[in-house]
């Protein structure tokens, strides 16, 4: 069965702190992984990841692939109260016929 | 550009009570459409998806259905409302085949049934 696992569930950090977020999964047919971020309502898209070692970067925020171990790790630099959310991974895999599979989130705090 | 129509935003409804939740997206054609449910602390659960007009995959068994009337439309269903279906509801769009694009999801629905 294909599952997705995210690690740790939640988090309480200081601003100022570097943070990663981890996402493992199991699936057949892999074919990209994708981050987002939940505040209050509709998850917003980060990150489209389909190749290893590449790290993809925006602002403060980056996440790399790696499809040997099957993993995707999600670093957030000098954190900020803004950065308090969910934020879940979700893999995309062609055996699923159109479907994402959503882990079920790092709950991520920032205190001031 | 495109956008993601859903509402309500919240709805409180007795057990038993039917349920309509509609989604539109603006500004692509033929999108793969999806309804998503997320129970406090927990992942997001798909529900159902959509590849065209009347396509409906149903992805988990339970009292709901899902409708595509229209290309850019999709409507979440129950003739009779249980506990359980109390969530918040998302509806999604992607493009594509081959490759698709990222999940963009609506703005949710936070149902109560009470």
């Known amino acids: 069965e294909d599952k997705v696992v995210q690690s740790p569930l939640s988090l309480v950090v200081h601003e100022g702190d570097t943070v990663t977020l981890n996402c493992s999964y199991e699936?057949?047919?892999?074919?990209?992984l994708l981050w987002y971020k939940q505040e209050k309502k509709a998850p917003t898209f980060l990150f489209m990841l389909t190749s290893s070692g590449i790290e993809k970067k925006s602002g403060r925020l980056s996440s790399i692939l790696d499809k040997k171990e099957l993993f995707s790790i999600l670093n957030i630099t000098a954190t900020q109260t803004g950065d308090s959310a969910v934020y879940l991974c979700?893999?995309?895999?062609?055996?699923?016929?159109?479907?994402?599979?959503f882990g079920t989130g790092t709950r991520l705090k920032v205190l001031a | 550009s495109q956008t993601i129509h859903q509402w309500p935003a919240t709805l409180v409804q007795p057990v038993g009570s039917p349920l309509s939740l509609e989604c539109t997206v603006e500004g692509t054609s033929n999108p793969n459409l999806y309804w998503y449910r997320q129970a406090a602390g927990r992942g997001l659960q798909l529900l159902f998806y959509?590849?065209?007009?009347?396509?409906i995959s149903s992805e988990v068994p339970q009292n709901l259905s899902a409708s595509r009337p229209q290309d850019r439309q999709f409507i979440l269903s129950s003739k009779k409302l249980l506990l359980s279906d109390s969530g918040f509801y998302l509806c999604?769009?992607?493009?594509?085949?081959?490759?698709?694009?990222?999940?963009?999801f609506g703005n949710g629905t936070r149902l109560t049934v009470t």
């Open positions: 999604a769009w992607s493009v594509g085949q081959g490759f698709r694009s990222p999940l963009h």
């Open positions: 979700a893999v995309d895999s062609t055996s699923g016929t159109y479907k994402y599979i």
């Open positions: 699936v057949t047919n892999f074919r990209s």
């Open positions: 959509s590849v065209g007009i009347g396509q």
